[in-house]
T-cell receptor, first 111, second 116 residues
Framework: GQQVMQIPQYQHVQEGEDFTTYCNSSTTLSNIQWYKQRPGGHPVFLIQLVKSGEVKKQKRLTFQFGEAKKNSSLHITATQTTDVGTYFCAGRNSGTYKYIFGTGTRLKVLA | DAGVIQSPRHEVTEMGQEVTLRCKPISGHNSLFWYRQTMMRGLELLIYFNNNVPIDDSGMPEDRFSAKMPNASFSTLKIQPSEPRDSAVYFC??????????????FGPGTRLTVT
């Protein structure tokens, strides 16, 4: 079945350093979403990417969708303690409303 | 809007007991998802409904799990009989497939289930 993997599994960074998480799907995706889950909380939608090669920015966050629509990345510039949490990608194949969530990357930011 | 509402927030039960988790999606949303989250397996989709009809239940672990959506504003996930390995956080999420193509999922706060 479809699998969505993320690397790294964990990342500890000093505040102010950059952070990147990578998402890889075993199948070509129709679109991909990114979610953030704070410790003890629930996933919260960040963004959706649809087009091949698409790049979107939200303040210090930059999201990319690969040309083959099988991979994606999230880059955070100059991390802050408020960035702490687990970041999930979620991929959808065409013809379904079903999203397969990635394994997640847990980010810790050391002040 | 109150968002997605789940109850109970915490449930502790003994092995063999029946457990029922409840979810009220956001008004106007027509798709509802049940997920299970554990450290070992991450966030797994158990089942999803579209317009109250179960579309894909391939993630339901076994016959002990069942889910219903009798109307657009209520869904249940039942485990009978429960086992310790069912201990997890269960999330309900809803979205609208009508308004936009985003299908952004809104998650409830989750139910933390502990089976002893």
């Amino acid at each position: 079945g479809q699998q969505v993997m993320q690397i790294p599994q964990y990342q500890h960074v000093q505040e102010g350093e950059d952070f990147t998480t990578y998402c890889n799907s075993s199948t070509t995706l129709s679109n991909i979403q990114w979610y953030k889950q704070r410790p003890g909380g629930h996933p919260v939608f960040l963004i959706q990417l649809v087009k091949s090669g698409e790049v979107k920015k939200q303040k210090r966050l930059t999201f990319q969708f690969g040309e083959a629509k099988k991979n994606s990345s999230l880059h955070i510039t100059a991390t802050q303690t408020t960035d702490v949490g687990t970041y999930f990608c979620a991929g959808r194949n065409s013809g379904t409303y079903k999203y397969i969530f990635g394994t997640g990357t847990r980010l810790k930011v050391l002040a | 809007d109150a968002g997605v509402i789940q109850s109970p927030r915490h449930e502790v039960t003994e092995m063999g007991q029946e457990v029922t988790l409840r979810c009220k999606p956001i008004s106007g949303h027509n798709s509802l998802f049940w997920y299970r989250q554990t450290m070992m397996r991450g966030l797994e989709l158990l089942i999803y409904f579209n317009n109250n009809v179960p579309i894909d239940d391939s993630g339901m672990p076994e016959d002990r799990f069942s889910a219903k959506m009798p109307n657009a504003s209520f869904s249940t996930l039942k485990i009978q009989p429960s086992e310790p390995r069912d201990s997890a956080v269960y999330f309900c999420a809803s979205t609208s497939s009508y308004s936009t193509l985003t299908y952004e999922q809104y998650f409830g706060p989750g139910t933390r289930l502990t089976v002893t």
